[in-house]
Structures are given as structure tokens and as C-alpha cells.
Antibody, heavy 120, light 108 residues
Framework: EVQLVDSGGGLVQPGGSLRLSCEAS????????MTWVRQAPGKGLEWVSS????????YYADSVKGRFTVSRDNSENTLYLQMNSLRAEDTAIYFC?????????????WGQGTLVAVSS | DIQMTQAPSSVSASVGDRVTISCRAS??????LAWYQQKPGKAPKLLIY???NLHSGVPSRFSGSGSGTDFTLTISSLQPEDFATYYC??????????FGQGTKLEVK
């Protein structure tokens, strides 16, 4: 059974940092690209970042570029999102998701989400 | 960037109704489109990928159609557990970085 477990969220002051983790099991983690998606309170889904299977390709939304860094440890089956210089508008639930490639690219399994709240 | 627009933003329906939700892409994405269902406080779930392929475990009352720029999600006979918010997402390019704004399906 595919499982993704998100952790690392919390309350942080503006300008602070957090590192999110996503522990994967039930599939060959190193064979799949992974993604972070966030959802601000009462809002829709926003793609944040994606990373290739080996970690040599990383992609970011303009809203987080230069502040967030995505990485992965294939030996530990874990995805990370290092978030620096956090702003109030980064407040959201952050979900990791596994990328399904079937012609196009989709997110077939999701973590339960971890809440990041940026406030003084 | 490819923009995704859903219509309507909300719809009211009753159990047993047939419901359709539309999604339009700002450019041709062939059939590379997915639909997700999200319930309050939960992670999204993949329903349909490649416009018309049902993801594992998804009930057959859900179906998808369309190609190019216009797509439709249909629920043939609404069940109580189907009241949720539905999102489309373009899968034409990597990373698949665009979702529609969502359609909330509410009880009439």
C-alpha cells in the first residue's frame, strides 16, 4: 500500500525557516518524481515544487523561487522542502504527492498534509 | 503557463442527480488532464487521469471526457459521499503546475 506521511509543519514568525518532510513507503521511491502542493485556508490547490527521480531536476513556483528548496534522500525514502524567509502568504497546508506518468503527469497519491502558519 | 478555468465555481444537486463539471485549458493539452476530489480537512484524491481513465478504486459513476481545451467530469448518479470540491489539473508538461480554481458540489 502506497503511503506518504507529511511532517514538520508548525507556527513560525515571518522571516523564519521550516523544513518539511514526506516519508514514503509501499513503492519504489527512487523511481518516481515527487511534488509539493499547498492550500491556503479556504483557497484552492497551488503547485509549489517538483523534483525528478534522482534529484537533479528541481522546479519551483515563482512565488517561492529563491526561498524554498526541494530535495530528496532516496536511501531514506524521504522528500524534503526547506522553507526560508517565510511570509504570511506562505501559510497553508502543505501536501507531498507522488507523480504518475501516464502520457501526461498527474498526482496519484498524496500525504495527509502538514500545516504551516506564518505569524508574529 | 497553461491556465485552467473551471465552471461553475459551485453547483447544488441532490442524491441521484447527474452532475457535470467543466474545465477549459488556455491552450491545447491533448488528453493530458486529471480530475481530483477533495473533502474538507482531507488530501485530494485522484479520480481520473488522461482525461478519461479511472484511477484505481474510483467508482464507475465517475467519468471524464474531452480533448484539446475542453473537458468534462460527469457523475452519473450522485451519492452522499460525492459532495466535495473537484479540481482539474493539466498534465501536458512537467512539472504539472496548474490546477483549476475548483468546483464545490453542494447539497441542494
Amino acid at each position: 500500500e502506497v503511503q506518504l506521511v507529511d511532517s514538520g509543519g508548525g507556527l513560525v514568525q515571518p522571516g523564519g525557516s521550516l523544513r518539511l518532510s514526506c516519508e514514503a513507503s509501499g513503492f519504489i521511491f527512487s523511481s518516481y518524481a515527487m511534488t509539493w502542493v499547498r492550500q491556503a485556508p479556504g483557497k484552492g490547490l497551488e503547485w509549489v515544487s517538483s523534483i525528478s527521480t534522482l534529484g537533479d531536476g528541481t522546479y519551483y513556483a515563482d512565488s517561492v523561487k529563491g526561498r524554498f528548496t526541494v530535495s530528496r534522500d532516496n536511501s531514506e525514502n524521504t522528500l524534503y522542502l526547506q522553507m526560508n524567509s517565510l511570509r504570511a502568504e506562505d501559510t497553508a497546508i502543505y501536501f507531498c504527492a507522488k507523480v504518475l506518468v501516464q502520457g501526461g503527469y498527474y498526482f496519484d497519491y498524496w500525504g495527509q498534509g502538514t500545516l504551516v502558519a506564518v505569524s508574529s | 503557463d497553461i491556465q485552467m478555468t473551471q465552471a461553475p465555481s459551485s453547483v447544488s444537486a441532490s442524491v441521484g442527480d447527474r452532475v457535470t463539471i467543466s474545465c477549459r485549458a488556455s491552450q491545447d493539452i491533448s488528453t493530458w488532464l486529471a480530475w481530483y476530489q477533495q473533502k474538507p480537512g482531507k488530501a485530494p484524491k485522484l479520480l481520473i487521469y488522461a482525461a478519461s481513465n479511472l484511477h484505481s478504486g474510483v467508482p464507475s459513476r465517475f467519468s471524464g471526457s474531452g480533448s484539446g481545451t475542453d473537458f468534462t467530469l460527469t457523475i452519473s448518479s450522485l451519492q452522499p459521499e460525492d459532495f466535495a470540491t473537484y479540481y482539474c489539473q493539466q498534465g501536458n508538461t512537467f512539472p504539472p503546475n496548474n490546477f483549476g480554481q475548483g468546483t464545490k458540489l453542494e447539497v441542494k
